[in-house]
C-alpha cells in the first residue's frame, strides 16, 4: 500500500519561510506525478504545484515566484519550499501522488500551515 507523509507544517510570521517534505512509501510502480495541494477553511481543495518524475514543474499562479517544489527520486521524496509567505497561505496541505501504470492516486494526511500577520 502507497503511503505519503507530509511533514514541515507549523506557525510562521508574513514573510517567512517553511519547507514541507512528502515521504513515499510502499509503490512497486514510479510515482509519475506528485503535487501539493492545500485547503484552507470553508474552502475547496487547490493545486498548489506539481512535478513529474522528470522534474517537470506546474505552479498555482498565487505562488508564481515565492514556492519551488522540488523531488529526490532516490529518496521518494517531493519539498515545497515556502518564500514570503503571506497569511492568505494558511491551510492544510496535502501530498498527492499519481501513478500512471496503475491509474491510481494517493493522498497524504495533511500539514497545517499556518501564516500570521
Known amino acids: 500500500q502507497v503511503q505519503l507523509v507530509e511533514s514541515g507544517g507549523g506557525l510562521v510570521q508574513a514573510g517567512g519561510s517553511l519547507r514541507l517534505s512528502c515521504s513515499a512509501s510502499?509503490?512497486?510502480?514510479?510515482?509519475?506525478?506528485m503535487g501539493w495541494y492545500r485547503q484552507a477553511p470553508g474552502k475547496q481543495r487547490e493545486l498548489v504545484a506539481t512535478?513529474?518524475?522528470?522534474?517537470?514543474?506546474n505552479y498555482a499562479d498565487s505562488v508564481k515566484g515565492r514556492f519551488t517544489i522540488s523531488r529526490d527520486n532516490a529518496k521518494n521524496t517531493m519539498y515545497l519550499q515556502m518564500n514570503s509567505l503571506k497569511p492568505e497561505d494558511t491551510a492544510v496541505y496535502y501530498c498527492?501522488?499519481?501513478?500512471?501504470?496503475?491509474?491510481?492516486?494517493?493522498w497524504g494526511q495533511g500539514t497545517q500551515v499556518t501564516v500570521s500577520s
Open positions: 498527492n501522488g499519481f501513478i500512471v501504470f496503475t491509474q491510481k492516486e494517493y
Open positions: 510502499g509503490s512497486i510502480f514510479p510515482i509519475n506525478r
Open positions: 512535478i513529474t518524475n522528470g522534474g517537470s514543474t
